[in-house]
């Protein structure tokens, strides 16, 4: 025998009563051990934790209670932090559709193509070939469904855009189909299994919620994801249903605009509550990754109260309220109570959520994986946040200064709401540490820029370039287009309701 080679044991066989009874025993030891692994695998994927991910349209940090905000009422977003860790510098863009592909593809804006709105009518969208957390979870067994608002590419473009990127299942809003605008709030217009149906008397809120409640109900005895983008509270602001505990506390002197708005926030929070009842009413609290967050800042037709200040929403800028955002996380047992100061953005989301949750991630997405900051363990932080946006503008941040690639530079402190809320432009000369340390950041960033041509995204050349450009891409003719636009005839739907 070669040295170290294992010997074989082998038992020799035996005759009779007892070598039949061991035979015997040694078959039901076979079936208990073949049993127990069965059982072993089955607890395994069972055990698979469910994901849950809650995205307000157009709500800033500052528009949250447990951010300090005392105009509104958000006991059940509140209670939420309460069980979990709260991010205090969590950061979006400034508006919906890069902060939607940014959050769904891990990408920053540049790589994902998506740097403004995309406008209704125009056949620009998310590419289908650049995976999303939605694939990576469908991927590996999990029953995957999204309800509420899309606003990556218009349906009569694709029709299959939500399955195209993972999504088993779909119910959205039809915001734009053939030239004409759906409403999204009362008697809304939903698209599903590429059907449109309008739902006369019912508020379009309820039947997205309804719709991730169910999704849940009906999976809960296998891993899902669930994406629940919202259409709330985006204007055109409104009064939604009169309920109970829809109220704010603003005084009398606000303006009109801001107590309908502190209205929307509270409808929000009730069904942030009706996610959080039906997850402890199935029994599945413990054993899912419940996310908050919201796309980008608050509107600037809005004013919000944190105490003695106000605070105007940014949307639509770069200042402190246009993209910073709530973002809270709940996970029993796995997932410590607390506050976060560290840095994290929508783009870290996708490969954080494959750390938690221990799916393998072969993307190259340029977001971190900051698992740790939610478990309160060791790990590489961000230093910096980066984005590019509308009309060719790219800044970096840390967490006191921001500069623009033009040269502009702001400090902007983040150890209180007084301060964050109250940058100034000053002079890199006067900071010259921290000016050279964020000009070779945007260095770094710069050469995502003008390099990365990875995802074959369409380089933003300006929106009518961009759209042209989509255009072409997507195979749609004028000829089509014109003929579509003569009609304008709003498609006959079977009404229905639920």
Same mark, same amino acid.
């Given at each position: 025998?070669?040295?170290?080679?294992?010997?074989?044991?082998?038992?020799?066989?035996?005759?009779?009563?007892?070598?039949?009874?061991?035979?015997?025993?040694?078959?039901?030891?076979?079936?208990?051990?073949?049993?127990?692994?069965?059982?072993?695998?089955?607890?395994?994927?069972?055990?698979?934790?469910?994901?849950?991910?809650?995205?307000?349209?157009?709500?800033?940090?500052?528009?949250?209670?447990?951010?300090?905000?005392?105009?509104?009422?958000?006991?059940?977003?509140?209670?939420?932090?309460?069980?979990?860790?709260?991010?205090?510098?969590?950061?979006?863009?400034?508006?919906?559709?890069?902060?939607?592909?940014?959050?769904?593809?891990?990408?920053?804006?540049?790589?994902?193509?998506?740097?403004?709105?995309?406008?209704?009518?125009?056949?620009?969208?998310?590419?289908?070939?650049?995976?999303?957390?939605?694939?990576?979870?469908?991927?590996?067994?999990?029953?995957?469904?999204?309800?509420?608002?899309?606003?990556?590419?218009?349906?009569?473009?694709? *029709?299959?855009?939500?399955?195209?990127?993972?999504?088993?299942?779909?119910?959205?809003?039809?915001?734009?189909?053939?030239?004409?605008?759906?409403?999204?709030?009362?008697?809304?217009?939903?698209?599903?299994?590429?059907?449109?149906?309008?739902?006369?008397?019912?508020?379009?809120?309820?039947?997205?919620?309804?719709?991730?409640?169910?999704?849940?109900?009906?999976?809960?005895?296998?891993?899902?994801?669930?994406?629940?983008?919202?259409?709330?509270?985006?204007?055109?602001?409104?009064? *939604?249903? +009169?309920?109970?505990?829809?109220?704010?506390?603003?005084?009398?002197?606000?303006?009109?605009?801001?107590?309908?708005?502190?209205?929307?926030?509270?409808?929000?929070?009730?069904?942030?509550?009706?996610?959080?009842?039906?997850?402890?009413?199935?029994?599945?609290?413990?054993?899912?990754?419940?996310?908050?967050?919201?796309?980008?800042?608050?509107?600037?037709?809005?004013?919000?109260?944190?105490?003695?200040?106000?605070?105007?929403?940014?949307?639509?800028?770069?200042?402190?309220?246009?993209?910073?955002?709530?973002?809270?996380?709940?996970?029993?047992?796995?997932?410590?109570?607390?506050?976060?100061?560290?840095?994290?953005?929508?783009?870290?989301?996708?490969?954080?959520?494959?750390?938690?949750?221990?799916?393998?991630?072969?993307?190259?997405?340029?977001?971190?994986?900051?698992?740790?900051?939610?478990?309160?363990?060791?790990?590489?932080?961000?230093?910096?946040?980066?984005?590019?946006?509308?009309?060719?503008?790219?800044?970096?941040?840390?967490?006191?200064?921001?500069?623009?690639?033009?040269?502009?530079?702001?400090?902007?402190?983040?150890?209180?709401?007084?301060?964050?809320?109250?940058?100034?432009?000053?002079?890199?000369?006067?900071?010259?540490?921290?000016?050279?340390?964020?000009?070779?950041?945007?260095?770094?960033?710069?050469?995502?820029?003008?390099?990365?041509?990875?995802?074959?995204?369409?380089?933003?050349?300006?929106?009518? +370039?961009?759209?042209?450009?989509?255009?072409?891409?997507?195979?749609?003719?004028?000829?089509?287009?014109?003929?579509?636009?003569?009609?304008?005839? +709003?498609?006959?739907?079977?009404?229905?309701?639920?």
């Amino acid at each position: 025998m070669k040295k170290g080679a294992l010997k074989k044991f082998v038992v020799p066989p035996l005759g009779g009563f007892v070598g039949t009874a061991l035979r015997a025993n040694r078959l039901k030891a076979g079936l208990h051990t073949f049993a127990c692994i069965m059982l072993t695998m089955s607890c395994a994927v069972a055990a698979k934790p469910n994901v849950v991910i809650i995205m307000v349209d157009d709500l800033g940090a500052e528009g949250v209670g447990c951010y300090g905000n005392t105009g509104y009422s958000t006991p059940n977003i509140d209670r939420l932090a309460s069980q979990g860790a709260r991010f205090n510098n969590a950061y979006g863009t400034p508006s919906c559709s890069p902060s939607r592909a940014m959050i769904l593809s891990g990408l920053y804006t540049n790589r994902s193509g998506i740097l403004e709105r995309l406008g209704s009518g125009t056949p620009n969208c998310l590419p289908g070939h650049i995976p999303t957390f939605a694939d990576l979870f469908q991927k590996n067994g999990y029953r995957t469904g999204i309800a509420g608002k899309w606003h990556l590419g218009d349906f009569d473009f694709y *029709p299959d855009h939500p399955t195209s990127h993972g999504f088993d299942d779909y119910f959205m809003w039809l915001k734009n189909y053939d030239f004409v605008t759906h409403e999204r709030y009362y008697d809304p217009v939903v698209w599903q299994d590429q059907k449109i149906t309008t739902y006369d008397g019912k508020y379009g809120p309820d039947l997205y919620c309804e719709f991730i409640c169910n999704f849940i109900e009906e999976n809960k005895e296998r891993p899902f994801l669930a994406y629940y983008p919202m259409a709330l509270v985006h204007k055109e602001f409104h009064q *939604p249903p +009169k309920l109970e505990g829809i109220k704010h506390f603003l005084p009398e002197s606000a303006a009109s605009v801001d107590k309908t708005f502190g209205l929307m926030v509270a409808y929000t929070d009730l069904l942030v509550g009706r996610i959080m009842d039906k997850l402890d009413e199935l029994g599945l609290t413990e054993n899912t990754l419940l996310i908050f967050t919201a796309d980008n800042g608050t509107p600037n037709a809005i004013t919000c109260r944190l105490g003695d200040q106000k605070v105007k929403g940014g949307k639509l800028s770069l200042i402190e309220s246009g993209y910073r955002v709530p973002y809270i996380a709940r996970w029993p047992g796995k997932i410590p109570v607390g506050v976060c100061d560290a840095f994290f953005t929508h783009a870290d989301l996708f490969p954080s959520l494959a750390g938690l949750t221990g799916l393998p991630m072969d993307y190259d997405v340029s977001g971190m994986d900051l698992s740790h900051n939610f478990l309160n363990t060791a790990g590489k932080d961000r230093d910096f946040i980066y984005l590019g946006w509308e009309g060719g503008l790219y800044m970096v941040r840390d967490k006191r200064f921001r500069l623009h690639e033009d040269g502009r530079f702001y400090d902007i402190p983040v150890t209180s709401n007084e301060a964050r809320y109250s940058e100034k432009k000053v002079s890199p000369a006067d900071f010259p540490e921290a000016s050279q340390r964020l000009q070779t950041a945007m260095a770094e960033y710069m050469k995502i820029k003008q390099t990365d041509t990875s995802y074959s995204i369409i380089p933003f050349k300006g929106y009518k +370039k961009y759209k042209k450009e989509a255009a072409a891409k997507a195979g749609t003719t004028s000829r089509k287009k014109t003929k579509m636009r003569d009609k304008k005839k +709003k498609t006959v739907n079977k009404k229905e309701s639920i």
